[in-house]
């Protein structure tokens, strides 16, 4: 594969003929739309013959979905996943599951059908949606309630077919910060005992001493002993209700992947990715604007509708672009294959465990492309 970003003059033809390849392909790698338009600094992903293959590194590959996935979009991930990560179940304060609205039974047989295993991510959500650490406390630091959980934990990976489970707890209380982590370990213990594996998805911290309601409540050290693998949150520093920025800029997941070295073998780390971008409409304003959520491909389609280059942040290693609608105007950051590839490259510098995606919802082909073209799937 080959990374080429768009000229000036550039056509899908012109392109192919220059690379002796066919239209079709640049077509079908990069998700284009008849007539088939481009974006001035648009990074396409080119399938060229001939050229070297280095040897590939690797990795495990996870992926977060909703049980309202398109069976389609689920279909052409697969082969590149090594986890489906089904999102998600949350519990009573008493430790009764609670699955989610939508039957995700079909999710489970189609990862097996793949060889990819389903996990059963738990959550703790509350009445509202939303991460509650009043339930997080509950279940902690009650042994009764947590035996409860475990046990509908090991029901649901023995008569469904579950082959893990992933916790992702956010807004932990600095004082059950001990207790989140023995709960983890009595997780793993259970769970490991059927043969399966256990992992816990972490904050992006930079030190011990970070503060605030997301961090000080992981303790990178004792989680990364307590679970079989972890996953570092590394996005959303650009988020629905902040000011516009790249999503996952590199240089602040560089930060916390050496952190993370600093107390989790490389062996446990999965890097996390996103798999979306975000429109602001601007001025920002604090407390009162919010970001549109899009996908990778949908945000090139709205700079060729909108007829505005595509620039590439060179420290952030993100694209983005402004534009002007009925007066308003907006900024673009999202994820391309040229963002991707420097992800890539993390995982290899530092021989991470591999890397774990939110969420794949939306077919991002060129993604899984230029995956396989560097790494060898688990």
Known sequence: MEIYIVRPGDTVDSIATSYGISAQSIIYNNQL????????????????ENISVPNKYPVFTGG?????????????TLPYLSDLFIFSYGFTPEGELIPPILDDSFMITMAKSFGVAPILTLTPFGPTGQFSNYLISQIVNNDLYKQQLIDNLIFQITERGFEGVDIDFEYILVEDKIPFVNFVQDVR?????????????????ISDTQTGLLYEGKDY?????????VLLMTYEWGYTYGPPMAIAPLNKVREVVEY???????????LGIPNYGYDWRLPFIQDSSKATTIGNVQAVQIAITQNVSIQFDEIAQSPYFNYISEGITHEVWFEDVRSL????????????RGM???????L?????????DNFFIN
């Open 33 to 48: 739309t008849y007539p088939f338009p481009l974006a001035i600094g648009q990074a396409l992903l080119l399938s060229v």
């Open 64 to 76: 977060y979905a909703y049980p309202f996935i398109s069976r389609w979009v689920l279909e052409q």
């Open 189 to 205: 213990t259970a769970i490991n005992s059927l043969g399966y594996p256990v992992s816990v998805a972490l904050a992006p911290k």
């Open 221 to 229: 050290a004792l989680l990364g002993e307590a679970a079989d693998s």
């Open 260 to 270: 993370a070295l600093t107390k989790i073998p490389a062996e446990k780390i999965n």
């Open 341 to 352: 590839s420097a992800k890539f490259g993390l995982v290899k510098e530092y021989n991470l």
């Open 356 to 362: 774990g995606y939110w969420q794949i919802m939306q």
């Open 364 to 372: 991002f082909r060129a993604n899984w492309l230029l995956l396989e």
